[in-house]
Antibody, heavy 119, light 105 residues
Framework: EVQLVQSGAEVKKPGESLRISCEASGYIFTTYWIGWVRQMPGKGLEWMGIIYPDDSDTIYNPSFQGQVTISADKSLNTAYLQWSSLKASDSAVYYC????????????WGQGTLVTVSS | IQLTQSPSSLSASVGDRVTITCRASQDISGYLAWYQQKRGKAPKVLIYKASTLQSGVPSRFSGSGFGTDFTLTIRSLQPEDLATYFCQQLHNYPHTFGQGTKLEI
């Protein structure tokens, strides 16, 4: 059974750094793209970007390029989303999700990580 | 690519047939997925490639369309279908989502 288990909720101050994680199991981690989706409070879904863990090839949404870094550690079957300097507007729930086959839809999702940025 | 869903919200009764539409700002062939998100939960894929039902999804859900106009149909609405529904285009990066349709029972 495919499982994506995300790290717990975070409360941070503006300007702080943060890395959240998504640990995958139940499939071959290196052979499926895995991505991140943002959902701001009461809003819709925003596709942030995806990474191919085998070679760390990464595709960003231009709206998020330079604002976040997506990475993966194939030895740990874990994908990451990180910020170097958080803003209040980064407060949201962040989901990781795995690509399906044959289309690039997200066929498995993590439970979500709530990030709250407040002074 | 922009995706516009309609309606933004709707109210329907158990047993009703419900249709949600998704219009793309350019031709995306059949590269569209539909997701269901229940309150406080992660989204779940229902349909991909416009009309292929994801394994385990009830057959009352169906999808159709090609090019720029797509529909998600729920035949015989059930109480557990209370959720927000999103479309997503898979044709060009970034794989944008529609704004969502909130379905009330």
């Amino acid at each position: 059974e495919v499982q994506l288990v995300q790290s717990g909720a975070e409360v941070k101050k503006p300007g702080e750094s943060l890395r959240i994680s998504c640990e995958a199991s139940g499939y071959i981690f290196t052979t499926y793209w895995i991505g991140w989706v943002r959902q701001m409070p009461g809003k819709g879904l925003e596709w942030m970007g995806i990474i191919y863990p085998d070679d760390s090839d990464t595709i960003y949404n231009p709206s998020f390029q330079g604002q976040v870094t997506i990475s993966a550690d194939k030895s740990l079957n874990t994908a990451y989303l990180q910020w170097s300097s958080l803003k209040a507007s980064d407060s949201a729930v962040y989901y990781c999700a795995k690509h399906g086959i044959p289309a690039a839809h997200f066929d498995s999702w993590g439970q979500g990580t709530l990030v709250t940025v407040s002074s | 690519i922009q995706l516009t869903q309609s309606p933004s919200s709707l109210s329907a009764s158990v047993g009703d047939r419900v249709t949600i539409t998704c219009r793309a700002s350019q031709d995306i062939s059949g590269y569209l997925a539909w997701y269901q998100q229940k309150r406080g939960k992660a989204p779940k894929v229902l349909i991909y490639k416009a009309s292929t039902l994801q394994s385990g999804v009830p057959s009352r859900f169906s999808g159709s369309g090609f090019g720029t106009d797509f529909t998600l149909t729920i035949r015989s609405l059930q109480p557990e279908d209370l959720a927000t529904y999103f479309c997503q285009q898979l044709h060009n990066y970034p794989h944008t989502f529609g704004q969502g349709t909130k379905l009330e029972i």
